[in-house]
């Protein structure tokens, strides 16, 4: 089965710039995308096809992909952005969206 | 948009639940739905898939022969039968819209507790 992975957590300085990874068999290929689930709530789509934000996600997310990774990149990261991260794919071999294990942004 | 989800309770091993997910907002029946759950503290686990016309269906492979999926366009509302219960299905099932661009999902429900346990 296909399947993708996260560093569970990444830590970053308000203001800093915080890249989270996704590490999944020509995941570029597959046009993945970023949830973010903060403590009690559902989550959000804030990229899709790799590097498309959707409507009322702030600039200063964004997205890339090439090759076996994915990149969610926060830029000057605000405390608001502490949540997990999650990666999500299609794998079209198997019919399976798939989805990594998250990763925990802290802001300190 | 609005998905919300019912149905969730306490069930023993073995039991059965269904789920129902009430959409609103949008016109439901042109659209692909998903059944994702989170276990309690774990992350994100994909369910179920169905079209809009309910002609391509697909399952995790852990509920695959247990669970479900269905849709009635003339009632808005997406299903999930679960059969066959394990202490293991235990998790916040979320109703979720797919996007219809390359399989992410667009807009979520606030999800329904399901417990089973003895």
């Known amino acids: 089965s296909y399947e993708v992975t996260q560093p569970p957590s990444v830590s970053v300085s308000p203001g800093q710039t915080a890249s989270i990874t996704c590490s999944g068999d020509k995941l570029g290929d597959k046009l993945p995308c970023w949830y973010q689930q903060k403590p009690g709530q559902s989550p959000v789509l804030v990229i899709y096809q790799s590097t498309k934000r959707p409507s009322g996600i702030p600039e200063r997310f964004s997205g890339s992909s090439s090759g076996n990774t994915a990149t969610l990149t926060i830029s000057g990261t605000q405390a608001m952005d502490e949540a997990d991260y999650y990666c999500q794919a299609w794998d079209s071999s198997t019919t399976c969206k798939v989805f990594g294990g998250g990763t925990k942004l802290t802001v300190l | 948009v609005q998905l919300v989800e019912s149905g969730g309770g306490l069930v023993q091993p073995g039991g059965s639940l269904r789920l129902s997910c009430a959409a609103s907002?949008?016109?439901?029946?042109?659209?692909?739905m998903d059944w994702v759950r989170q276990a309690p503290g774990k992350g994100l686990e994909w369910v179920s898939y169905i079209n809009k016309i309910s002609s391509n269906i697909y399952y995790a492979d852990s509920v695959k022969g247990r669970f479900t999926i269905s849709r009635d366009n003339a009632k808005n509302s997406l299903y999930l039968q679960m059969n066959s219960l394990r202490a293991e299905d235990t998790a916040v099932y979320y109703c979720a819209r797919d996007g219809g661009t390359a399989a992410e999902i667009d807009h979520w429900g606030q999800g329904t507790l399901v417990t089973v346990s003895s």
């Open positions: 907002g949008f016109a439901f029946s042109t659209y692909n």
